[in-house]
Structure formats: structure tokens, C-alpha cells
């Protein structure tokens, strides 16, 4: 068992699957560098505040619709994020798109889940089934996920990690989204926390 472990903070908006996996992976020892310590919503509703409140994990609601912009938004989110004193943020299905501002405070701290290989189908607009469709579109025989370090650039900070998928006939947008996060999504993202958290408390 790891001695030190280093704190995580999950962002999440909706369903929280990949949360799921995340505490699973904490659970079975798969993740055994770093724990869960808050989870943080930007909508009151998500269910993924129900799974963190399960597993006993602290949560916290900071939504945009609170706040006059995005600049106090975002300040609201760092005091949350650093008063938790987090050593790895992760984003699991966060709708947000973060400033300039927001990731150059968090240097490779900040890690994301894409459901593509990137530098397919990604960057601005490429969220949720969208990313999914435009990959059906251009008749891709293989797809994925790709776990990075999070910058300024949409989907463009250093890859970590990446799981092929292969697509088979018949998919549809839905039906490829589901094996995306069951044979990629939900195995690289908690192997990418305890790579990058083995990293942190090595420090
Ligand atoms: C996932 O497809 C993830 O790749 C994307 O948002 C979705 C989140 O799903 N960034 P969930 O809330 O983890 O179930």
C-alpha cells in the first residue's frame, strides 16, 4: 500500500460513469497512488453527485448560473479546488470549457477523458455523441479514448493515455459511445490517475 497518497479532485456534469469506474479502480486497488477527495458538479441535478455521496466522498455544486461570468465562475471553482488542497484535478464528462487562466494555474494537474483518438475527431465542438457521429461520418474502422493533460488548446494538452475501439456494422452514435467508455474510457482513465498520481507523490 502506497504511503502518501495524492488528493484528487473530480469535475463532473452529468452522468458520472467514468466517476464510477474512478472509484471502483480506488476500491478493487487499480488506483492505489491517489484518492477521490471531492467531487465537484457544475449542475445540481448530476447524478454523479449521487454516486460520490455513496462511496462517502465529500461534493460540492459551483454552477455557472450563480455567477455574473465565467472569470468569477472560475474563481469560485479554484477556492473550492484549492481549499480541498488537490494535488490532481480530472475531469470526467466536465461541460466546461476552461479558460486560459484556469489551466495555466493548474500546470499538469488537470487531466481529461476524450472519447476519440486524438488528434481525431476533437478540439472545439467535439463533445458528447458529436464525437461519435463525425466518427461514423468519415467511415473510421477504429476509434477510442485518449486520456491528456489538459491546456489552453481544446483536447490538445500532452496525451497520457490511448485505447483503440474497433467499430463493427450496424453502430449507431449511441451504440458507439457505449463501447467506447466500456472498453477504453472506464480502463485508461483510472490507469492514467495512478500513473500520474504515482508521479505526484514521488515528488
Ligand atoms: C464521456 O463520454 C467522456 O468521454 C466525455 O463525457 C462523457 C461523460 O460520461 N468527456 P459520464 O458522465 O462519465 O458517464
Redesign the pocket.
Known sequence: MAEKKAKITVL????????QAILDAEKSGIINSGEVSLVISNKSDAY?LTRAANAGVKTAVVSKKDYPDAKEFEKKLIETIDSNGTDLIVL??FMVILSENFTRHYDHKII????SLIPSFCGEGF??LRVHEAALAKGVKVTG?TVHFVNEIPDGGEIIMQKAVYIEDGDTPEIL?RRV?EQA?WQILPESIEKVCSKIICK
Request: charged share 5%; net charge negative.
Open positions: 463532473v456534469s452529468g452522468g458520472g460513469t467514468n466517476l454523479a470526467a464528462g481529461n477523458i476524450h472519447p463533445y458528447g479514448a459511445q467508455m474510457e
